[in-house]
């Protein structure tokens, strides 16, 4: 009994052992445990954090949160304040190429020393794991560096210039497509005579904020840097000057985005021209080819993008021909023609055409206005010499055969020119030898509509302008039905033609001192345009 009594004793004081023990076990392998993982917490209440503030776990998931080591409790209010403000400014600026690599450039750093991934909000700035089996790897990084983006080149002022043009096609293209006005003190470009008034006005808005165009200074007058004022080549010297001495104009190469050759072709022809010569093409063309060499020899930019971002202008009729003399001025460069020919190799979506116009004191003085179209007594008024094509065939059909349709070869004694202009609803303006003609621009001077006449023609700045909203284009197998074809448009229709002519009349003013949107500027507008539709080998464009 005794033995039996020790044993119950012995058993009970065992279990009463074994009940003590096992807590005290259980809660010395807790706080092995516990002190093993405070030792590098994830969630450590000393360290700071870049999140959302909400650390616990959610919907059977938890948020990944990695810290930032600082120097010190000293240090860390300016480290953070440092961070926010660099990154603060990475949101503020809007997309562009060169953000978007230099920032893909840091996060392929990160990615390949599997550091954390900066992901950019507007209510904070999360560190986050992009690989959530990597966690064991920051974990054991104590002390991580803080991350700095990593730039892999600086950018060139040619890549700089390409991210403002980028810019700027998306501004032009949003405003296609969203058409929201823009104020404008002079101007708001409307109604069918454009293609597309807003992108238009957007893009004329962006030519005024940033397009630069650098003008060479090699070359002698009068060939270069001069031009005629007064004849119907006047364009070139008007502009050849306007450009020399407009804002668009920098003498910093590297902050051009074109660059132009102030070459007068009338000028070539007038001082070089050897009209005895068998080979009278030879040293005009020479004399090209010569500048081209001289500028590509002395500068790197024609050679950087052969000749693609350069530009030549030219009225008189045999520009298209010399430009041949060098091919890559006639393949690449951008060329503003008069004589607008894609039969003679013309290329609207690189070349620029703009108008012939003739200015007999050298200034618009008096050329412009006219009656109302109740005023005008005349359908249709052309006089003009007997050459190139198509003039024969008016000739044949209309001269002095019909008092409604006055086509004359040379007018009678005391008529004048410009008042039968006036008096007239329609101003024929056939082709001559060359598609180019001071008609159309005589016509919208005086109020009268412009009937072209012209085959392969390309009409002057037709990339922004709907010539057919504002004059009327007739075949010219269709000449013999002249008098139907314009007896047939409507005293409503002709009134609206009538009107928008008047209104687009200040895109082909000329002004001494150029006014915005006037012919000047509209040039150079379509200049802008080839360069907006340039692109460089070797950049790359996002």
């Known amino acids: ?24 076990i259980l809660i010395s392998i807790f706080f092995a445990f516990g002190n093993s993982n405070n030792s590098t917490s994830l969630f450590s209440s000393s360290s700071w954090l870049f999140g959302s503030g909400n650390n616990n776990p959610g919907n059977g998931q938890q948020e990944l949160v990695a810290a930032v080591a600082v120097n010190g409790g000293a240090d860390r209010e300016e480290a953070i304040l440092e ?52 966690l064991s790897s920051v974990i054991n990084e104590t002390h991580a560096r803080p991350i700095e983006p990593k730039i892999k080149k600086k950018f060139s002022n040619l890549e700089k ?25 002079d101007y708001v470009p409307s109604g069918p005579m454009y293609w597309n008034a807003k992108a238009f006005h957007r893009s004329y808005l962006e030519m005024e904020k940033q397009f630069k165009v650098f003008v060479y200074e090699e070359g002698e007058q009068p060939i270069f840097h001069n031009g005629p004022c007064k ?36 000028a070539i022809v007038h001082f070089i021209y050897d009209r005895n010569s068998k080979e009278h093409w030879n040293p005009m063309k020479q004399t090209l080819t010569d500048y081209i060499n001289l500028v590509s020899g002395k500068y790197p930019y024609w050679n950087r993008s052969q000749g693609a971002d350069h530009f030549m ?26 004589n607008a020919n894609t039969s003679e190799g013309f290329k609207p979506s690189k070349d620029v055409s703009f108008p012939e116009i003739l200015l007999p004191g050298g200034t618009m003085d008096g050329l412009i206005g006219g009656p109302s179209p109740s005023r005008r ?58 598609v180019a ?13 412009p009937v072209l006449l012209k085959d392969h023609y390309v009409p002057p700045f037709s990339d922004v302008l709907n010539w057919k909203s504002f004059s009327v284009e007739v075949p010219v197998e269709q000449i013999p039905n002249l008098k139907k074809i314009l007896s047939g448009i409507s005293t409503r229709q002709y009134i609206r033609l009538q009107r928008r002519g008047k209104q687009v009349r200040r895109h082909f003013e000329v002004n001494m001192t150029p006014k915005r949107y006037d ?10 345009l080839r360069r907006l539709n340039m692109r460089f080998h070797g950049l790359e464009y996002l």
């Open 161 to 185: 210039l390409e991210v403002q043009l980028g810019k700027a096609r998306a501004a032009i293209k949003e405003s296609a497509i969203s058409g929201n006005e823009t104020d404008d003190p």
């Open 1 to 24: 009994m005794m033995e039996v009594s020790k044993m119950k004793i012995c058993s009970s004081a065992s279990t009463r052992l074994l009940w003590i023990m096992v807590p005290l």
């Open 83 to 134: 961070d926010y403000s660099f990154n603060s400014i990475n949101i503020s600026n809007s997309f562009s190429p060169l953000t978007a690599e230099a920032n893909q450039d840091s996060e392929e750093a990160v990615q390949e020393n599997q550091q954390p991934v900066i992901i950019e909000s507007n209510e904070s700035f999360n560190i986050s794991l992009e690989k959530p089996q990597e």
């Open 313 to 338: 202008l030219a009225c008189h009729d045999w520009g298209p021909e010399l430009s041949k003399a060098v091919p890559d001025l006639y393949k690449n460069s951008i060329r503003a023609l008069c």
């Open 519 to 528: 012919v000047f500027h509209m040039i150079l507008h379509s200049v802008w």
């Open 377 to 434: 007594s005349i359908l249709a008024f052309f006089a003009g010499g007997l050459h190139g094509p198509i003039r024969p065939i008016l000739l044949e059909h209309w001269e002095n055969k019909d008092e409604d349709i006055q086509v004359h070869r040379y007018l009678p004694k005391g008529v004048s020119y410009y008042g039968m202009l006036r008096n007239s609803k329609f101003c024929l303006c056939p082709s001559g030898y060359e």
């Open 231 to 266: 004849s119907i080549y006047a364009m070139e010297g008007n502009f050849i000057y306007q450009m020399e001495t407009t804002k668009f104009r920098t003498r910093d190469p590297e902050k051009a985005h074109v660059f132009f050759l102030p070459i007068s072709v009338t």
């Open 437 to 449: 003609s001071p008609r159309m621009v005589e016509a919208l001077y005086t109020g009268c509509v």
